[in-house]
Antibody, heavy 120, light 113 residues
Framework: QVQLVQSGAEVKKPGASVKVSCKAS????????IHWVRQAPGQGHEWMGR????????NYAETFQGRVTMTRDTSISTAYMELSSLTSDDTAVYYCARGPPARSPNCLDVWGQGTTVTVS | DIVMTQSPDSLAVSLGERATINCKSSQSILYTSNKKIYLAWYQQKPGQPPRLLIY???TRESGVPDRFSGSGSGTDFTLTISSLQAEDVAVYYC?????????FGGGTKVEIK
């Protein structure tokens, strides 16, 4: 079945960077966009951006421009999200999600289990 | 950015009764060329990722029980649970995918009365 499996929880110091991975299985990795969405404790969902795994092209939310980098390794069907200059406001659960162009590349039909990032 | 506003923040419904959740977008999310509404509904239970329930405002995702339905037009949308079951206790979110940045409503918590 279609699955996105994310890397484990991270604890980082303020000013550090974090890199979260998202391994896809059960479908053609290069066929569908991968989005990153975060949810801070008690807060709503915040879209960070997306990557086209086929081309490597990215679109980032303005809020994160200059601080986020999304990449992929097609040989292992894995997408990555790196966030730099961390502050306590970046403490959140980070999700990757799939956006299949056959439906709409921005409709998120399958989600990873989430990765908790704690900045302290 | 398109702002998505949900109401109510929470509601308590008796088992077997109807639950209705509202969502309003700050601008139209109807793409006129294909006449599709770029709105999705998600269910999220504690400790779990969101689960897609409805897309194109009214199309049920595969495997979603038919007690869940979506409706609406223009800028006002509704998610209805026709007969609330115990397993439906969760937070429900709307999301527009008309234009980046993708934006979500603040969520509606559904509980059993």
């Amino acid at each position: 079945q279609v699955q996105l499996v994310q890397s484990g929880a991270e604890v980082k110091k303020p000013g550090a960077s974090v890199k979260v991975s998202c391994k896809a299985s059960g479908y053609t990795f290069t066929g569908d966009y991968i989005h990153w969405v975060r949810q801070a404790p008690g807060q709503g969902h915040e879209w960070m951006g997306r990557i086209n795994p086929n081309t490597g092209g990215t679109n980032y939310a303005e809020t994160f421009q200059g601080r986020v980098t999304m990449t992929r390794d097609t040989s292992i069907s894995t997408a990555y999200m790196e966030l730099s200059s961390l502050t306590s406001d970046d403490t959140a659960v980070y999700y990757c999600a799939r956006g299949p162009p056959a439906r709409s590349p921005n409709c998120l039909d399958v989600w990873g289990q989430g990765t908790t990032v704690t900045v302290s | 950015d398109i702002v998505m506003t949900q109401s109510p923040d929470s509601l308590a419904v008796s088992l077997g009764e109807r639950a209705t959740i509202n969502c309003k977008s700050s601008q139209s999310i109807l793409y006129t060329s294909n006449k599709k509404i770029y709105l999705a509904w998600y269910q999220q239970k504690p400790g779990q990722p969101p689960r897609l329930l409805i897309y194109w405002a009214s199309t049920r995702e595969s495997g979603v029980p038919d007690r869940f339905s979506g409706s609406g037009s223009g800028t006002d949308f509704t998610l209805t649970i026709s007969s609330l079951q115990a397993e439906d206790v969760a937070v429900y979110y709307c999301q527009q995918y008309y234009s980046p940045p993708l934006t979500f409503g603040g969520g509606t918590k559904v509980e059993i009365k």
